[in-house]
């Protein structure tokens, strides 16, 4: 089994830079693919980044238009997401989640997620 603890959320202004972190735990992860979603009140857990753990393909929603950057450190056992330019509309709980599913966006691919950790940006 893996497990996955978010850390790095906070609180910035509009145009600001925030990194954020995904210790992973637990059994190997080759075949893995480790994504990032995020989820606001009343709305859908929505799909941000996922990158393979064995490969280097990497994968983006739409919304992200070249401002976040998903990498890894296998080494550390450590995902990350670099996101730049945030906007207002970034604001959410942010979850890291492992999973062998083919479909990436589809936050049902998952099988184990992490607590969240909170992004507000003040406009």
């Known amino acids: 089994q893996v497990q996955v603890a978010e850390s790095g959320g906070g609180l910035v202004q509009a145009g600001d830079s925030l990194r954020l972190s995904c210790a992973v735990s637990?059994?190997?992860?080759?075949?893995?693919?480790m994504g990032w979603f995020r989820q606001t009140p009343g709305k859908e857990r929505e799909f941000v980044a996922a990158?393979?753990?064995?490969?280097?393909?990497?994968f983006y929603g739409d919304f992200v238009e070249g401002r976040f950057t998903i990498s890894k450190d296998t080494a550390k056992r450590t995902v990350y997401l670099q996101m730049n330019s945030l906007k207002a509309t970034d604001t959410g709980l942010y979850f890291c989640?492992?999973?062998?599913?083919?479909?990436?966006?589809?936050?049902?691919?998952?099988?184990?997620w992490g607590l969240g950790t909170l992004v507000t940006v003040s406009s």
């Open positions: 990158i393979f753990w064995s490969g280097a393909n990497t």
């Open positions: 637990g059994r190997s992860l080759h075949g893995y693919v």
């Open positions: 989640a492992s999973g062998r599913d083919s479909n990436i966006p589809n936050p049902r691919g998952y099988t184990s």
